[in-house]
C-alpha cells in the first residue's frame, strides 16, 4: 500500500504569466510526487472549473490561493493515510468531496493536481516509471479494449490565430501531422524542417517580425483564413517533404468563439455571416483542395444539428475532433455517440478535473471508435504528464503546441526520451492511427 503520508500545495505560474496550482503528494517513506496544472485561454463553458480568487485584488484576481488552500486544508485532511496507487479511489474521493457536477466548489485545479500528484507518488513509492504506473491505472478502467502502450502521431501547430494570436484569424490553429514518418524522432525532424521554412516563408512574403502565439505557433496578420493553410503547404514543400503523403494538415476551427446567434461570424477577409450549412460547405471545400486530416471544432458547441451534419458530409474524409463539444466528459461524449456527432474527442485533463474522470472518458471514446486526442491548453508549463499519458494508453495522437517555447519542448522532449528508454516495447503509431484518412 502506497499510504498518503503529506499533501502540500503552493501557488507558481505557467507559460502566460498565470497564477496556477502545483501539489505535492508524499507516501510513506518514499519521495513525493509533483504536478502542475495547466489553464485554457480558448475554454468550453462545459469544462469544470477552475477556482481563481475573483474577489481579491492580489493579482488582479487571478490568483489561486483559495485552491491551493483548499489542498492544504480540506483535501489533505480527507486523503491522509489513502492508497495512492489505488487512482479510482483517490479521485472518487476528490469528487465526493467536491460535491458539484463541474468542481467549482474545490476548483478542478486544486483537484486534477492532487489526482496527478497522488499518481507520481504511488510510481515513486513502487519504485517504477510514472508512464508504467500510468499504464497499469489505465489497464484498470473498466471496458473492453486495452491498447498496447505506443508512442504518438504529433499533431504540430504553424500558425496560430483566434484567441492564441490576438484574433489576426478567425480559425484557431493551421496545424500539420507527419504522417510518413517511421518514428517519432522522425516525425520531429520533420516538425522543426517545416517550422522552421515557414518562418522564412512569412519573412519572405512581409511578414518581418510576425511574433508567435500562446502555443509558439507564427501568428502573422495575413488576409485571409486560408492564407493560413496555403503557407504551411508551401512550408512542407520548401522542407522537401509531401503534402498529404508524408505531412498533412490539420485545422483547430475554435467556432464556438465566433459562433453567435445562430450564426458563424467570420472578419476574413471580410466580415461574413455564415451558418452552419455554409460554415461546412466553406470546409468541406479546403479539404477537397488541401491535404487536411483533421479538423477540431469546426462548429460551436452547441450546434448539434449541424455537428450531426457535417459528421454525415464529412466524417468518412477526415477526423472530426470535439474539444469545446465534448470537454472531455463522458455524459457529452455519449450523446454524441448516440447522435453520431464527431468521430474523435481531444482530452484535455484539466476539462474533467481528475485522472480517473479522464480515462473513462477516453476508454468510452476507444470503445465506441471515438479517435483520442491528448491535448496541452494554452497555459502550459514544464509538467510532462500528458506525454507518458498519451504513451502509457496508447492514445495514438497528442497535440501540444508549436516547435518552440521551452513549456511545448518539455513534452516533445519527454517523448524522445521515452521512445529511446522504451525502445523494443512499444512502436511509433504514424499514420495508422487515421485509418483511411
Same mark, same amino acid.
Given at each position: ?79 491522509? $493515510?489513502?492508497? &495512492?496507487?489505488?487512482?479510482? @479511489? *483517490?479521485?472518487?474521493? /476528490?469528487?465526493?468531496?467536491? #460535491?458539484?457536477?463541474?468542481? !467549482? ?56 490565430? $483566434?484567441?492564441? &494570436?490576438?484574433?489576426?484569424? @478567425? *480559425?484557431?490553429?493551421? /496545424?500539420?501531422?507527419?504522417? #510518413?514518418?517511421?518514428?517519432? !524522432? ?252
Amino acid at each position: 500500500m502506497c499510504r498518503i503520508e503529506r499533501i502540500h500545495a503552493r501557488e507558481v505560474f505557467d507559460s502566460r504569466g498565470m497564477p496556477t496550482v502545483e501539489v505535492e503528494v508524499t507516501c510513506a517513506g518514499s519521495r513525493p510526487g509533483r504536478a502542475i496544472v495547466p489553464s485554457g485561454a480558448s475554454t468550453g463553458k462545459y469544462e469544470s472549473v477552475e477556482l481563481r480568487d475573483r474577489d481579491s485584488p492580489r493579482l488582479d484576481g487571478t490568483g489561486v490561493a483559495r485552491a491551493v488552500e483548499n489542498v492544504c486544508g480540506e483535501i489533505a485532511a480527507a486523503l491522509k $493515510g489513502a492508497d &495512492a496507487s489505488d487512482q479510482q @479511489d *483517490i479521485d472518487r474521493r /476528490l469528487c465526493d468531496l467536491d #460535491g458539484t457536477d463541474n468542481k !467549482r466548489r474545490l476548483g478542478a485545479n486544486a483537484t486534477l493536481g492532487v489526482s496527478l500528484a497522488a499518481a507520481y507518488a504511488a510510481a515513486e513509492a513502487q519504485g517504477i516509471s510514472f508512464v508504467d504506473h500510468l499504464n497499469r491505472v489505465w489497464r484498470s478502467v473498466p471496458g473492453t479494449v486495452n491498447p498496447a502502450m505506443s508512442l504518438p502521431l504529433p499533431m504540430v501547430n504553424m500558425i496560430s490565430g $483566434g484567441l492564441h &494570436a490576438g484574433g489576426n484569424l @478567425d *480559425i484557431q490553429d493551421v /496545424l500539420i501531422l507527419p504522417v #510518413g514518418a517511421g518514428s517519432f !524522432r522522425q516525425a520531429w525532424e520533420w516538425v522543426i524542417s517545416v517550422y522552421r521554412r515557414l518562418g522564412r516563408l512569412l519573412s519572405d512574403e512581409g511578414y518581418e517580425g510576425h511574433l508567435v502565439g500562446d502555443e509558439g505557433g507564427y501568428g502573422p496578420r495575413l488576409k485571409n483564413n486560408e492564407d493560413g493553410i496555403r503557407f504551411v503547404v508551401s512550408a512542407i514543400e520548401s522542407a522537401g517533404l509531401e503534402p498529404g503523403e508524408q505531412v498533412a494538415i490539420g485545422l483547430d476551427v475554435a467556432a464556438s468563439h465566433f459562433y453567435r446567434d445562430g450564426s458563424y461570424h467570420l472578419s476574413k477577409p471580410t466580415e461574413a455571416n455564415l451558418t452552419a450549412d455554409a460554415m461546412i460547405d466553406l470546409l468541406d471545400d479546403w479539404v477537397a483542395r488541401y491535404p487536411i486530416v483533421s479538423i477540431e471544432d469546426a462548429l460551436g458547441e452547441d450546434d448539434w444539428n449541424g455537428w450531426k451534419r457535417l459528421t454525415d458530409r464529412l466524417g468518412s474524409k477526415v477526423q472530426l475532433i470535439g474539444d469545446d463539444l465534448f470537454v472531455t466528459n463522458r455524459a457529452r461524449l455519449q450523446r454524441g455517440v448516440e447522435e453520431g456527432v464527431g468521430n474523435s474527442i481531444l482530452i484535455k485533463l484539466n476539462q474533467a478535473g481528475t485522472l480517473w474522470e479522464t480515462l473513462e472518458t477516453m476508454r468510452l471514446a476507444i470503445d465506441r471508435g471515438y479517435r483520442p486526442v491528448i491535448s496541452a491548453r494554452s497555459g502550459e508549463t514544464e509538467d510532462t504528464t500528458i506525454a507518458d499519458l498519451a504513451v502509457a494508453t496508447g492514445a495514438g495522437q497528442i497535440k501540444v503546441g508549436s516547435a518552440a517555447r521551452s513549456e511545448r519542448l518539455a513534452k516533445y522532449n519527454q517523448l524522445l526520451r521515452l521512445e529511446e528508454q522504451l525502445d523494443g516495447r512499444i512502436e511509433f503509431v504514424g499514420s495508422k492511427v487515421l485509418g483511411g484518412f
